[in-house]
């Protein structure tokens, strides 16, 4: 048995005392079973229905169907008539998961009430229970007024509720993740990965068989080339190194920025947007120093020639040995 | 019992070969219960799941992906490219190891490869063009990732493994230049070496320990020639390693913007 909380105890025995006329404190104790009930009407049942609730959180709770229970009154009372129960399918519901509703109860209506005999309804004809039935509560759940509080009772019947328990209206999975849209890996990644491999490998083939490797004189330590260069890709530095003092250049460029600074940049942009419009300065940041590397680079390889003074490469050839073989404008 | 023509007995036959292949007691050991080798494939939802699940290269990619992230102008493919290229050059490199030697022979053996080996020169051209390719490639896919802004949390840490990768691959390239043995590799190396002496306090010592020496002898090419074929390649697998386990612990490719 659940434990109800007293305050909750306390509201329901209130409504219990002033629909009887009995003293509050004597619902109470009645209701927690420490004296007989005032009112010999037979106990109805209680009945709990669950009610399928979406899965996904941010559809709101399904319309909760309060059911209506209705007890069949005394023996002048009219056979009693069937409430439709109406069930609403959640059409989305993925998981449907249970949710108790609260469940509202009536207590039988009482001999003194006069009988509403004179509605005539018919068994047949369930779909009008909306029609005044015996007690005149609104037929459970048009879709829009789904709490209980507002079931419209007549106004000579003497009717309690009683609070049976409290469940709030929440799906019991938990859905923590946003819904993602998602595709299989196959074939939708794999294929494309799979052309881009294979145009690549024909690139490749393509181009080494176009394209011969440099393979200069046999390696002379006595014999420097001038201009001696590096790599390409170390070529933008070479080109820094020859404008400040090596001690700065050599160090403070490759370590400094390169390793410590680029490594350090997720830790020092702090800034969680990624759309572009929102992250501006980063962008500005890294776009400068692409063009400021690629600047350097492009000169270090096609604009310096022997002691490293500036030359043109459509005028004075280009002075790089790794593109030897294959562009020559002399 | 109708007539078939060759051709129908020829089908029928084959059929019938590639069932009891498929079904033998050595196909079924190789591939796992549900592998469209097993079974043959047909297009549904549950083998396009087996078809990743149930190979272990395929494997590196989870079952399913975030729609945005296979639109080829989101990655532009660079990472994987970048992978690719890797292994083109692994095989390539292997083969050319066939033909080297890290000595005074160095030089000799590039021009036999050249001018004597079958395809020498074309797998030679692979393996360099390809190097190029890679870090060119590998520098595009870092800025691919810092203009989505890819490298943010919960991704920091990846971006500092792909920092570290970066750098192994340029010494990767870098230790790759010296092998042929030429004017080319030798002054070029010696610059690049001669700009880590500049490094402060121990610049002398780190250049001594890269050249195993003063300056590029067949010392530094045995030293290089081992960094490049063997560390350089082994410490830079468990790094890609680390980087694709990553990738798909953090919740896949990031985005979309
Ligand atoms: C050998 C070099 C590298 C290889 C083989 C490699 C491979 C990959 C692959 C296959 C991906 C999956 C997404 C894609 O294709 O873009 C990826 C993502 C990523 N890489 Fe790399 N990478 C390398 C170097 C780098 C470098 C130099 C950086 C940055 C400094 C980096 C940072 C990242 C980050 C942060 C992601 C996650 C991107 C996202 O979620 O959108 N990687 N890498």
Redesign the pocket.
Known sequence: MVDIPEHLLLRSAEARAKALGISVEQALAEMKGESTPTVVAEEPEVIEIDTPAPAKAEVPAPVETPVTEEEPAKAEVPAPVETPVTEEEPAKAEVPAPVETPVTEEEPAKAEVPAPVETPVTEEEPAKAEVPAPVKAKAPAPAKDDSPEEVDFAPEVKVTQRLLTVVKAKPIQKASAEPVDKVNTWPHLMLPEFISLMAMMAFLIILSAILQAPLLEEANPNITPNPAKAPWYFLGLQEALSYWDPQIAGVMIPLVIGLIG??AIPYIDRNPENNPSKRKYAIMMFTFFLAGAGTLTIIGVLFRGPGWNWTYPWIDGIWFDDLLDWIYFE | MAKLTLRERFKKGAEGSGDSLRGSKFATSIFRPGSPFRKGYSDSPRNRSYVVMNNVLYHLHPVKVKRH?VRLS??????????FL?IVLTITGIWLMFYFRPTEMAYADIQALQTSVAFGSLVRNMHRWGAHL?VLV??L??S???Y?G??KAP?EF??????I??F??LFLSFTGYLLPWDQLAIWAVTVGGNMASYTPVFGAQIKFGLFAGLEATTATLLRFYVLHVLFFPFI?VI??AI??W??RK?G????PL
């Open positions: 680029f490594a | 992230g989101y990655t532009l493919c660079l990472g994987g490219m970048s992978f890797f890679m590998v520098f896919h870092m691919r990732v810092f989505h890819a490298y991704r990846n971006w500092v493994i792909g920092v990768l970066l192994l691959t830079i790094f890609m980087h694709f990553r990738v953090d896949g490719i990031s985005g």
